[in-house]
């Protein structure tokens, strides 16, 4: 019988070292993405992210949370309060993410859970598919991945390393795209061959987050945005 | 060149709420965090009615606060949806424990924000129904797309669903209500010149002496095609006729008509426009029961107008007679 690894518990202080190591890997990239999105979208996009982020920093100090919940809603909340349509989105996308755990920091499961019920929620609001150039792309192999290395009892290490590994496959791919949703589906073959911002971000994120679980002393590779 | 009476663009939305609230301190309050415009009084036991979208359009929303319309506008950064934060806010203040319409205008980044801010509202147990503004008839092609856009028959559904709500309709009642006038409202619009964003020198887009463009939004967006210039009963017919097939006015109907100038129209231009609207209409044997004629609905200094009608069914005249006392609309 195979056991899952759905049952184990991220490393203690999850959701701190996540959000800590979000700010710390978009600090310097969101000028990256916002001229990913000049190329191909309507250029608000790094400002909107960087927006976002500095709203949740401002919520985090004056009153810092007290479990992984907490900070996770921290960034929901920054980015819901950020305009645009991928500020929301996130910000919804989030709102799962944190509501995952039962109690205190989820288990490999119960991530895989938020993750693929936030990969949900964004399509049931964006209403985009896998292809069609948006952050789906990478959430999608994302979400699936993860499912399947908890379903094969992979540590979670190992699991959440894979699943940004595949949302940073996903992300690369929309390169050779072109948009069907989004503001970048207006410019129509203008976009192929850019990376598309949103995927690139939600990539990010989740190679954020398995560096949070890997441990201290590391730093995310963001160089693969660059081309 | 256009010169504007203006601080700093980036302060223009939040100056004009404050002053508007100055101007107007028993009816409405301006909250600049979450940035909502409530009524001063908040109502009790009654529906709420939440609307908002980008700035750039006044006197709408946060003029149409008060009774007999709005609980709480919110109003985004000029031309952009509010975010969902503020929706979510503005949801829940306009809630007096009877749910709450919320009256959202056809943009991708409007419906998305309201939708959001509709769930999150559910976290705080507040009920909403959405009423969808759809009304721009030059925006209404067959094509898998965003669909028609919001425009001027928003004021007629604020109005209306807001003397129901006052009357103590439920819910559901005002909520379908809306729909319904909603399904039934068309609009279209022109416009001699566009307007100019706050700090911006240059109109969104430029006409030759001889053109107008037929078909425009409320954003800066060009219309679906130019027509010559011509005089004002020329013009409104333009607008007028395909209104009139569309809604398929027969002979004896009866119509509620908005004459709406788009920000830079004046007073005589607007009631020179009206009164072809009302001779068109008459002279097809359509009623016109009811008219308002104002810039209610505008696009920054657009030179232009648009005409809303609205079948004037039986049971909708009492609530648009209703009265009403926000900053922009007083009966």
Known sequence: MTTTSADIQLVPDFGRLWVDTLFETFLDRTGALGELDRRAGDGDFGTNVSSALRRARQSIDVAPPSDYSGWLTAISRG??????????????????????????????GEFSSGLTAGLATVQRYGKAQ???????????????????AVAAGAAPGTALEKTARAAVGGARGTIELIAKRGRASYVGDVARGVLDPGAAAAAMLLQAAALAQAGPGGRVDTSWIDG | MRRQILNSPDDVVSEALEGLALAHPSLI???????IVTRAVPARNKVGLVSGGGSGHEPLHAGFVGTGMLDVAVPGAVFASPTALQVHEGTVAADSGRGVVQIVKNYTGDVLNFQIAGELAGDDAVRTETVLVADDLATDTDED???????????????????????????????????????????????????????????????????VELGVGIHGERGTGRIPFADADTLTARLVEPLVTELGLAKGSSVIAIVNGLGGTYPLELHVAARAVHRGLTGRGVTVARSLVGGYVTSLDMHGLSVTLLPA?????????APVRTPALTW
């Open chain 1, 79 to 108: 980015f819901l309060g950020t305009g645009g349509t991928s500020g929301p989105l996130f910000g919804m996308f989030f709102r799962d993410i944190a509501r995952c755990a039962a109690t205190g920091e989820p288990t490999l």
């Open chain 2, 313 to 321: 069914d039986p049971d909708l005249l009492p609530w648009w007679d």
């Open chain 2, 145 to 211: 797309g965003p669909g028609r856009r919001g425009t001027a028959a928003v004021l007629a559904i604020e109005k209306i669903c807001g003397a129901s709500a006052e009357a103590g309709a439920d819910l559901g009642t005002v909520a379908e209500l809306g729909r319904r006038v909603a399904r039934n409202a068309r609009t279209l619009s022109l416009a001699l010149s566009a307007g100019t964003h706050p700090g911006a020198t240059t109109p969104a887009f430029s006409l030759g002496q001889d053109e």
């Open chain 1, 130 to 148: 896998v292809g069609h150039k948006t952050m789906v792309d990478a959430l999608a192999p994302a979400a699936g991945t993860l499912e399947s």
């Open chain 2, 29 to 35: 309050v301006y909250r600049p965090d979450p940035g």
